[in-house]
């Protein structure tokens, strides 16, 4: 189910919320850009200062284009649990829908429960045609996460900078390919 606010829509799936950030997710924003176990295979540690500037560069797209990462809560316990949703940076080898979670949400089928309702949102909202997950080629949780979705290993991608120097896979499938997927769920 979506609903629309003044932030942007929110999602909403059997125990999670996604809606767009608001300032008081940051201190959680923060300890997850701090976690070395979870940001090993999403760019690195990033300091609390960086990470005011990256929460400000989500919430700042979402004004100006209409989309980005939405803050995953849960809705038993109003937990900021991460962050996933569409993005389309400058120089990126698609439109991609990305996830990360903390750590204590891995193997809970969370993410991909997140993902389902981001590729239908980029689907029926956006209009994306194909839709793309960059991951790290150790980063076997999130290959399990595209795989479940449908996605397929299209090969080595290239990042812009500062990123160009991270090994990346683009996995990814086309909107009618979505189609078809999405009736497993």
Not at 6 to 11: A, I, K, Q, S
Not at 31 to 39: L, P, W, Y
Not at 62 to 67: Q, V
Not at 119 to 135: N, R, Y
Request: net charge negative; charged share 20%; glycine share 12%.
């Amino acid at each position: 189910m979506t609903t629309t606010s003044p932030l942007g829509p929110t999602l909403e799936t059997p125990r999670l919320l996604l809606r767009p950030p608001v300032a008081d997710d940051f201190d959680a924003f923060a300890a997850f850009c701090a976690d070395a176990e979870v940001m090993r295979h999403i760019g690195g540690l990033t300091p609390r200062p960086m990470a005011w500037r990256a929460f400000r560069t989500i919430a700042g797209a979402w004004a100006l284009d209409g989309f980005h990462m939405f803050s995953v809560l849960n809705k038993s316990t109003g937990e900021w649990m991460g962050r996933i949703g569409p993005l389309y940076p400058d120089g990126w080898p698609g439109r991609e829908v990305g996830w990360g979670l903390n750590a204590k949400w891995w193997r809970g089928g969370y993410a991909t429960e997140a993902a389902v309702a981001c590729m239908d949102f980029v689907c029926d909202e956006l209009g994306w045609e194909d839709i793309v997950h960059t991951i790290a080629p150790d980063n076997a949780g999130s290959q399990g996460v595209a795989r479940k979705l449908g996605s397929v290993n299209r090969g080595p991608g290239k990042l812009p900078d500062p990123f160009a120097s991270h090994a990346t896979e683009v996995w990814g499938q086309t909107r009618e390919e979505w189609q078809e997927n999405r009736k497993r769920f």
